[in-house]
């Protein structure tokens, strides 16, 4: 069974920075794509960012282009979203998830397939 295990979460001043990690166990991904995705309290989950296992090839939302940064290591099973010059708005649990055929990595949940559990960043003002 594919389990996803978000880290990496917690408080932090606007500004500052955190590194969220996601491992993927219970299968080996040869293909196919990792994203993060982020709900705020009140609002719908949105799309944050996707990278593909194999080419690197990352897609970002506009709103965090510039700031985060998404990054995989194959040898771990391990993404990770690196979160600089983070804002209030930027509050929200984030998680992880797979896409077992992405051929690009896409901004659609409905891609997804695997999910994980979430962890929550708080930006202070």
């Known amino acids: 069974q594919v389990q996803l295990v978000e880290s990496g979460g917690g408080l932090v001043q606007a500004g500052g920075s955190l590194r969220l990690s996601c491992v993927v166990s219970?299968?080996?991904?040869?293909?196919?794509?990792m994203g993060w995705f982020r709900q705020a309290p009140g609002k719908e989950r949105e799309f944050v960012a996707a990278?593909?296992?194999?080419?690197?090839?990352?897609l970002y939302a506009d709103s965090v282009k510039g700031r985060f940064s998404i990054s995989r290591d194959n040898g771990k099973s391990t993404v990770y979203l690196q979160m600089n010059s983070l804002k209030p708005e930027d509050t929200a649990v984030y998680y992880c998830?797979?896409?077992?055929?992405?051929?690009?990595?896409?901004?659609?949940?409905?891609?997804?397939?695997?999910w994980g559990q979430g962890t929550q960043v708080t930006v202070s003002s």
């Open positions: 998830a797979v896409d077992v055929l992405a051929g690009t990595p896409s901004a659609l949940e409905r891609h997804y397939d695997y």
């Open positions: 219970g299968r080996t991904f040869s293909s196919g794509a």
């Open positions: 990278i593909k296992w194999i080419s690197s090839s990352t």
